[in-house]
């Protein structure tokens, strides 16, 4: 403890006395002013010491003692400095301290500020205070109103998306209305004692293209999507050349002639079963196209939209040339 006392007091000692061949005499007292502000000052402090200190038999007993008391006067000095109670000192407005520092004058040591320095700033009164606390409340309300402004605008755009994502396409939805049955009608009692609407084959055959036409819609939407824009342009070539062997061959049958499609020889329960199959498959079918639909239209592309309109032009006149 007192070993690293003496290191660090001796940094700073400043002693005055006999310059025979003492450790604080002139030349130590000088050297320890010269070296004091170096950045190894204590390297070459221990080598100076060590140097001194080689032969002790040359500083007698009175010179040890003068070093012994210089040492704890300065301990002392130290401990009292260190236990005193730190001094208040208040806050006040300064301006910026525009002394000039040379970068390459490193031993350059500026003096520190005495309390009357820090006591010449600008004092602010309490009517200035009070304004300066105002203005930082207002501008701490604005600020949580253009936040709040923000966070409402971001609300309002999420419903809007929400609302269109929401959104059916709603002919598709009437075309669905209007071929709408009666799910298992024989558990069904007709009112007032008529007679229950016969289903005729026609309306069964109908259904039956409706289906695979939505069918068709949904397969050709879901495959748009997966082209990429660099292979729209051959798709879109092809696809033309499709149409035009299809209506070849429409045109070769004479037009669109039904055929036998096999519903002329069912009886009223079986049109009525497969009229309710047909139009659970349609239900389904139109949900899995609008739901292809909304994400078609967040990806717009003027290629997609033409090779689509080819394509329907296609599967329409396919779907004529197979129930021909």
Known sequence: MLRDGDRYTFQFAELRGDSYYTAFGKITNSFLQMYRNTKHYELILTAFLNRLLEDPTKISSENYKILGDALMGCINTLVAERQAPEPIR??????????RWNENDEDEVFEEESEEEYDEGPQISEEEQKKLEEDRIERERLEEERIAAREEERRRNEEELRSRARQVDRRAMSELLQHVAVMNPGQKKPKGGKQQKQISA????????????LRKEKDRIQMVLQYSEEDLPSKLAEAKQQLDEVVSKLNAQGGAKKGDTGTANMGQKQ????????TQKQTKLTMERNRLALQLK????????????VLKERDEAQVKVDFA
């Open 271 to 278: 049109l009525s079963s497969r009229l309710s199959e047909l």
């Open 90 to 99: 208040r806050l006040k407005a300064r301006g910026p301290d525009y002394r």
């Open 298 to 309: 967040t990806e717009p592309c003027p290629l997609r939209e033409e090779l689509l309109a």
């Open 202 to 213: 026609e309306t069964v055959d109908d259904m039956e293209m409706q289906v695979t036409l």
